[in-house]
């Protein structure tokens, strides 16, 4: 066959497939067509999984004169030179998706700019343009479209079933309604409203209305020109799959693999395996520094430096993470969490069911037995000090087995005793008052708004884990050397596979050699890990490693083989607690805001409200 050009019908619909490959990606370009207008007020009707839609809204509108030019193919108002193309502050910048569009249905554009006395009216047939008329009608524009592939029957047979291609337009109304929240959006499907999604504010308040999700906390990170807003819900809210991760670059909906692991790497050590956290995050830059024609439907973005973008929406997550603000809320707010229980607030102490500090061990955490630190907790010397008021040279316990390792002991004194004096510790956990132990596992609390059941392991292992990862980071980790070095069995490769990552394994303060071609002897392992809990651990890491081998990063694996040196050194469900002995547990989690979940991801407490359990005991209707 000799080469020839292609007939406009047949370029047409090339281009229709890329752009409009389904309803949802011509309903996404109509509406984006919406908001560039400026319009504040966006109804959309759409039938049949999408193939038929009104979409109206009261922006600027289109002139009589140009009406037949927004259909025409390579035709914009958005931008002018190639140099516009890394300024675009629109959706739109190509000038195709009308003409695309127009190519496949059956399509009706009705506008009125402002300063119109009557409106305009086109219609294409398949792409056949017919003639302009004046109309009567609103200002702004509203696009009609009826039949749509209706003469290409291979796409039409290409389509899911109604329910199927409705659930995306839905999905890409939200991400338009998250992504502009100034906009008023009334959306019907086969003549009933399904979503009103009045105009709001703030972010914040838009992805309340359209992820429903009564409690959303902010956090913000900023990398050079990059900015980033995380919008997300506590790890108490989790889903199986990662659809309800939003991802907006310069206000745009897109799918990018990477920055959704970022966001999953922001909730690390916050989402048990296989959930996935529910999140919107807006992420902003320099336009230079950002390709936004890359694909069809602008689905895609290449960014200059995507490491940069990784980083951004890792820490905005990560702010929140660290503050855990959910915490706040579950324990009651303007409750025990807002105002410490102390002799200052001893009004509200008396008014209220909460044991003031009148309480014995409350602000007296003296009564503690001796050697507890050793036994069960690692380093609660330090906490105690503060409660205490306790002059700065905190003490640590050398322990009959441990003799700290050359020059780091007195940084280390020097760091702990610095991060006391900074750290702005906010009594939250500590102040609920102490009913008992429950199964041997949980502690059983009271706040003013109802009872907590805090999980002993949960709660110290996240301690220790936030411990020793502070201690890691400041280069400052405290080793016990052992005199009699435990050593442990495993097999072959395991010690062979222990052995290659000694020099990481030194890093966090576990230094291991090998005795025998199957026996791993440890000379030195952090002072926060019991020395009764090494075998397990050592093994549980050697297995670790032969399966996963070098594959994670070292940050990942930092943090999971922290959290299981903090699982092995936590104290165990089963094992009985003392009442000072759980008083103290709950000092300590108040260092740490997310200790309201394990390294793990398993939370750490089940609240009971009294208002429930009135609601239960028939009391309240
Ligand atoms: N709802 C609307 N209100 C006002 N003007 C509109 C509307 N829809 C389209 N237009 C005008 O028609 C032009 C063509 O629209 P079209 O969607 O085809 O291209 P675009 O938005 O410029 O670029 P892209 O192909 O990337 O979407 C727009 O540039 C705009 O001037
Ligand atoms: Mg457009």
Redesign the pocket.
Known sequence: MSIQILENAVIDQIAAGE?VERPAHMIK?LV???I??K?TEISVHFEQGGRNVIVK?N????DRAELKL?IARH????IQNTDDLWQIA??????????SIAAVCRLKMI?RPLNAEMGAQVEVEFGRLGDVISVGCDFG?T?EIRDLFQNIPARLKFLKSDTAEASQVKNLLKALALANPGVTLRIFYENEMVYFWSAQESAVARTQDVLGEAELFQGEAQIEQMKATAVVASPNRTVGHSRQIWLFVQGRYVQDRGLQAAVVEGFRNFLMHGEYPVAAIYLQCDPEDLDVNVSPT?SQVKFRDSSNAFRVVQRAVRDVMERSPWVKGIVGAGGPSAVPMTSATSEMASASPMPSASQPGVGSLKARPPNYAELIMGDLSAPLAKANAAPLQTPIDATDAAAVRGPQINSQINSQTNSQINRQINPLWSTLEVLGQANLTYIVTQSREGILYIDQHAAHERVMFEKLIASIRSGQIEVQNFLMPPVVEVSEDAAAALMAAKGELAEWGLYIDLLGPSQVVVNGAPALAKSEALPALIEKLANDYVSQGGSHSLENRLADRVATLACHSAIRAGQSLGHEEMKALLEQMDEFPQSSFCPHGRPVYVQQTFRGLERDFGRIV
């Open positions: 752009v370009e984006e067509n919406a560039d207008a319009a809204d922006g600027v509108g289109i927004a035709a914009t108002s958005k629109t959706y739109g910048f190509r000038g195709e998706a009308l003409a506008s524009t696009i602008k």
